[in-house]
């Protein structure tokens, strides 16, 4: 069992910055892979990117490449999202989320999801 806390989310401009973290429970951390997900106000959840267990591999979505960074500290069993240059389009709520196995962008693929935090981007 994981249980997930993300924090971070707040109001920033256009072309400004954030980091979301993700805090985990349990001593198995480490043997999850974990991914970041989006919800915008009307539209259905997203996926944005996501890490393998060690943290050797990361994928992101084509909409953040370039400008979303996430990684992760085993030690401290956090996921983190650094979220640069971002954009009105990037206003959602943002999930953390974990899976046993492979880091992979199909959100049905993942067992545990934190309470979410809100990014709103101003023009």
């Known amino acids: 069992q994981v249980q997930l806390v993300e924090s971070g989310g707040g109001l920033v401009q256009a072309g400004g910055s954030l980091r979301l973290t993700c805090a985990a429970s349990?001593?198995?951390?480490?043997?999850?892979?974990m991914g970041w997900f989006r919800q915008a106000s009307g539209k259905e959840r997203e996926f944005v990117a996501t890490?393998?267990?060690?943290?050797?591999?990361?994928y992101a979505a084509d909409s953040v490449k370039g400008r979303f960074t996430i990684s992760r500290d085993n030690a401290k069993n956090t996921v983190y999202l650094q979220m640069n240059s971002l954009k009105p389009e990037d206003t959602a709520v943002y999930y953390c989320?974990?899976?046993?196995?492979?880091?992979?962008?199909?959100?049905?693929?993942?067992?545990?999801w934190g309470q979410g935090t809100q990014v709103t981007v101003s023009s």
């Open positions: 989320a974990a899976r046993s196995g492979a880091p992979l962008s199909n959100q049905a693929q993942y067992h545990y």
């Open positions: 349990g001593r198995t951390f480490s043997s999850y892979a």
């Open positions: 890490i393998s267990n060690s943290g050797g591999w990361t």
